[in-house]
């Protein structure tokens, strides 16, 4: 069993890490053209739980003895908030990140840290002090946002042109980028202003990765035809494992478990191949048991809790209406007006709360309408409904 990762560790060693050899090859590819000057941006999307994190945690221990590598969860811009996520959170996480990169680097960093303390600061006198009869002026100073971005989003080019004789180029990973749509401001107008720095970067690598499906709007804004990065960044999606690989997983890695032909297929459809679901149901299964069709249903329906755990902490964080949106799409996608009907309200009282769920990816919206993001999650209220006649509000 120990050979199975957790579901939820994304810091993988060579023997937990799976296939993914044409996905790495292609990344790598695209990453390497940094050296010879380029600026790659990747754009790297992917159902949650399907492994993006592994992935570029994996490319970054790859990366890290020629290059610069920063890695920037972008959900750690919490800490920087005082009411609602802005500019200056994404600012301020950048660039500890990248001292935290130069530091693991071993460059030495202070020359930096002063000269950023000086150059994104307005200072005024505040008073003076004398010192052996000497008038000192004390300074007092405020952080000035236009100046401290500035800063920050040059500091890469900064390093690489300082280093270039010790490093092939600077590589940064964004992860959780989707965390962008929670910006009080305008979005697509802060991917824009990244995008007019990231064009004039030589020997600079991007990836920017985030839990979207492939009909989120952000993609859009990112990637699409009239999107900030249009024509101009390589969008690639993580897909899950297909049946095959999901099995030969298995078999390598828990030959523990005893699989029925019928049980192995029950387990792929329980899972959907994504990876952190078939790592975590697969550790709660018994080992050297016969596991059937039958068995697998059962032990699926005992799993569903310790499964969703990431989730069903989101959905006791839910208000009422945004916790009866989901619920009224159990049954099938429903258009706008019909979740509205069905709630008893107007279908502009619920905007708010539609864009609310879309952001943390619970619903997504197609041709067919509204609809839950993750179908074990879906199978998890399902299973709440049966047993309890009535969803776990």
């Not at 919490?78 to 500890?96: C, G, I, V």
């Not at 200072?123 to 952080?143: A, C, G, R, T």
Request: charged share 30%.
């Amino acid at each position: 069993m120990a050979s199975l990762p957790l579901g939820n560790d994304n810091d993988l060693d060579d023997t937990q890490f799976y296939n993914r050899v044409e996905e790495i090859s292609f990344i790598c590819d695209n990453l390497e053209l940094t050296k010879k000057g380029s600026t790659p941006t990747i754009l790297l999307t992917g159902i949650r739980g399907v492994g993006k994190t592994a992935l570029m945690k994996k490319l970054k221990k790859d990366f890290q003895n020629d290059y610069l590598v920063v890695y920037m969860d972008l959900s750690a811009m919490d800490k920087f908030k005082k009411n609602e996520l802005t500019r200056f959170s994404f600012m301020k996480l950048f660039y500890e990140s990248i001292i935290k990169a130069l530091r693991h680097s071993n460059i030495i960093t202070i020359d930096t840290q002063i000269l950023k303390y000086f150059k994104t600061r307005n200072f005024k006198l505040d008073k003076l002090k004398s010192v052996d009869k000497i008038p000192i002026p004390i300074l007092k100073s405020e952080e000035d946002y236009a100046k401290f971005t500035t800063f920050v989003m040059d500091l890469p080019q900064q390093i690489y042109d300082d280093c270039k004789d010790h490093i092939d180029g600077v590589l940064i990973f964004m992860d959780e980028f989707q965390m962008l749509k929670q910006l009080d401001e305008d979005v697509n107008g802060f991917l824009w202003y990244i995008r007019s720095v990231i064009q004039s970067q030589k020997h600079i690598g991007y990836i920017f990765s985030g839990s979207m499906s492939v009909k989120d709007e952000l993609i859009a804004d990112i990637a699409g035809q009239k999107g900030a990065f249009g024509g101009r960044i390589l969008n690639y999606e993580l897909k899950t494992f297909p049946f095959n690989t999901t099995e030969n997983y298995l078999k390598e890695k828990a030959n523990y478990l005893k699989f029925t032909d019928d049980g192995i297929e029950r387990f792929y459809k329980c899972t959907n191949g994504i990876p952190y679901y078939v790592n975590s149901f697969a550790r709660l299964l018994p080992p050297n048991e016969e596991l059937n069709e039958k068995k697998i249903i059962s032990e699926f329906k005992k799993a569903l809790p310790y499964l969703l755990i990431h989730l069903t902490n989101e959905w006791y964080k839910l208000n009422n209406q945004e916790q009866r949106i989901i619920t009224a799409l159990v049954e099938k996608p429903l258009k706008r007006i019909e979740i509205a009907n069905k709630l008893g309200v107007t279908s502009g009282a619920i905007g708010a709360s539609l864009k609310s769920l879309q952001n943390k990816t619970l619903i997504e919206l197609d041709k067919d309408g509204y609809m839950i993001y993750d179908s074990i999650f879906k199978a998890w209220l399902k299973k709440e409904y049966e047993e309890k006649g009535n969803y776990p509000y």
